[in-house]
């Protein structure tokens, strides 16, 4: 990319989240910030090479790096894209930037995807959130080692105004590594998507939660896209609910790319591992609790929701066992406020972070070593709780012979984990009153008064 012959014709719009608007050219992708300096997005950088990668493995994290963007393309850019900024997130204004951005790869097309074939490749993006019930002896309501944070948080959110639906989706299906029980977890993220499921067809975003909250998903629509894709469920089917036979298939690919080590061209039935040591299912869920049984087979080992819930389970104290040890470290710095460069309390986040987070003690010695090491792993899990999966896939080529024989497609894939960076330390008082809240509502909600 040449920097100094950037032209804003060339970028288009293509999403936001809380911190950054991000654009997208081809093969590229910036992210770009209103207040984030170099450094800032330099921290961002390292923490994903030197923390997330090594956990979450090579293979599925691209780290990116930080470019300097000429001032006036970035102010023209803002202009071009404003109005193609969904209305929910017009409240952030995006006016002074700092001229840094974050460089990536376009995540949503395949680089190698050949031009043989016109399908454009199909990108999934999932949010998955928390895969686990907490099991820390620290917690003190009964209800959080039963019901999982996501479908509680649902709960205060519908409250809130933040959605006007429940999502019956729940994480604990979906990191169950039972195919039905994902089956399910899936099929309940395309009926609601909230801010868990988007996809793009070529890049382009085209199924995502609706702007206007009280509008349903168009499934219908969806289906109309995958159509190309599964032509021989058209056969199949013989007119008979082929939009529901699309969207099984559909489903059934995410699945099993969910499940792969990484890539498509693997084989072999891969080790699986059972990652929690609690309960493994939501009470919460919909997915019928006498199918249960057939269900929890496990992840494989190397299979992307693996590494991110092992990530996740870094996060073994729970907040209310988290927040006593975020004091200790306040007291200490109050005390002692030159540590706090020593002790990498806000980074830089480099090797000797991630060696405090891998050899932190497994007992309380009361030390602030303990607490600032248990606070670091806190945060990482935090970042893994918090990421997005994207699957993206294309068809391997069209065969003839394969469409008469009405044989199932094949697609190639690539997977790959987004949206890593650090959580700052200073956000632990109110993720603690956060869950406080969160559970207290819950609480109150489903619980009859006696
Ligand atoms: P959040 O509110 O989820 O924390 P954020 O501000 O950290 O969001 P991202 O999630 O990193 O921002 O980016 C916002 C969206 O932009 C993503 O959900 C994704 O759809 C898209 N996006 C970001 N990076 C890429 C990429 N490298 N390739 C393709 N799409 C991307
Ligand atoms: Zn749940
Ligand atoms: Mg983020
Ligand atoms: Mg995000």
């Known amino acids: 990319m040449e920097l100094d012959k950037m032209d804003e014709n060339d970028w288009k719009y293509h999403g936001e989240g809380n911190k950054s608007l991000v654009v997208s050219h081809l093969q590229v992708c910036i992210?770009?910030?209103?207040?984030?300096?170099?450094?800032?997005?330099?921290?961002?950088?390292?923490?994903?090479?030197?923390?997330?990668?090594?956990l979450l493995g090579e293979k599925y994290v691209?780290?990116?790096?930080?470019?300097?963007?000429?001032?006036?393309?970035?102010r023209q850019l803002s202009l071009k894209v404003q109005q193609e900024r969904p209305e929910l997130r017009c409240d952030k204004v995006m006016d002074t930037f700092s001229g840094c951005g974050l460089c990536l790869p376009n995540l949503t097309q395949l680089p190698l995807h050949h031009l043989r074939d016109h399908r454009p490749p199909i990108c999934v993006?999932?949010?998955?959130?928390?895969?686990?019930?907490?099991?820390?002896?620290?917690?003190?309501?009964?209800?959080?080692?039963?019901?999982?944070?996501?479908?509680?948080?649902?709960?205060?959110?519908?409250?809130?105004?933040?959605?006007?639906?429940?999502?019956?989706?729940c994480p604990l299906d979906l990191f169950s590594g039972s195919k039905q029980r994902m089956y399910v977890a899936l099929k309940n993220l395309l009926e609601e998507p909230q801010n868990n499921l988007k996809?793009?067809?070529?890049?382009?975003?085209?199924?995502?939660?609706?702007?206007?909250?009280?509008?349903?998903?168009?499934?219908?629509?969806?289906i109309q896209h995958?159509?190309?894709?599964?032509?021989h469920s058209n056969g199949l089917y013989n007119g008979h609910q082929p939009g529901k036979a699309i969207l099984n298939e559909f489903i059934q690919v995410i699945c099993s790319a969910l499940l792969s080590g990484g890539d498509s061209n693997r084989s072999g039935e891969p080790r699986k591992v059972h990652l929690s040591?609690?309960?493994?299912?939501?009470?919460?869920?919909?997915?019928?609790?006498?199918?249960?049984?057939?269900?929890?087979?496990?992840?494989?080992?190397?299979?992307?929701?693996?590494?991110?819930?092992q990530v996740q389970m870094l996060d073994n104290l729970d907040i209310e066992g988290i927040y006593p040890l975020y004091k200790r470290v306040e007291q200490y710095l109050e005390e002692f406020p030159k540590e706090r460069n020593r002790l990498q309390i806000d980074g830089p986040y480099n090797?000797?972070?991630?060696?405090?987070?891998?050899?932190?003690?497994?007992?309380?010695?009361?030390?602030?070593?303990?607490?600032?090491?248990?606070?670091?792993?806190?945060?990482?899990?935090m970042t893994a709780k918090d990421c997005s999966v994207m699957i993206?896939?294309?068809?391997?080529?069209?065969?003839?012979?394969?469409?008469?024989?009405?044989?199932?497609?094949?697609?190639?894939?690539?997977?790959?984990?987004?949206?890593?960076?650090?959580?700052?330390?200073?956000?632990i008082p109110h993720q603690y009153k956060l869950d406080t809240k969160i559970v207290n509502y819950y609480l109150r909600s489903t619980q009859a008064p006696p």
């Open 31 to 54: 992210h770009i910030n209103s207040k984030q300096a170099f450094r800032h997005i330099l921290n961002i950088v390292d923490y994903s090479k030197y923390v997330m990668k090594p």
């Open 277 to 309: 040591e609690s309960r493994p299912h939501c009470e919460a869920s919909p997915f019928p609790r006498d199918l249960l049984r057939n269900g929890n087979h496990g992840l494989p080992k190397d299979s992307v929701l693996a590494k991110i819930l």
């Open 226 to 231: 995958l159509r190309p894709y599964f032509s």
């Open 125 to 169: 993006e999932i949010k998955p959130k928390c895969g686990f019930l907490p099991f820390s002896r620290h917690i003190t309501k009964e209800c959080k080692r039963k019901v999982c944070r996501f479908c509680m948080h649902q709960h205060y959110k519908l409250a809130n105004g933040k959605w006007k639906r429940l999502s019956r989706y």
């Open 351 to 381: 090797e000797s972070f991630m060696d405090k987070v891998k050899n932190c003690p497994t007992e309380d010695d009361g030390s602030v070593e303990y607490a600032v090491g248990k606070v670091h792993q806190y945060r990482v899990a």
């Open 392 to 427: 993206t896939f294309a068809p391997c080529e069209e065969d003839e012979e394969q469409q008469l024989k009405l044989e199932k497609p094949r697609f190639t894939y690539s997977i790959s984990i987004l949206d890593l960076d650090p959580k700052p330390y200073e956000g």
């Open 199 to 222: 996809i793009f067809k070529g890049g382009e975003l085209i199924f995502s939660c609706k702007d206007d909250a009280k509008q349903q998903p168009e499934l219908n629509d969806l």
């Open 62 to 74: 691209h780290s990116g790096e930080v470019v300097k963007l000429p001032l006036d393309f970035v």
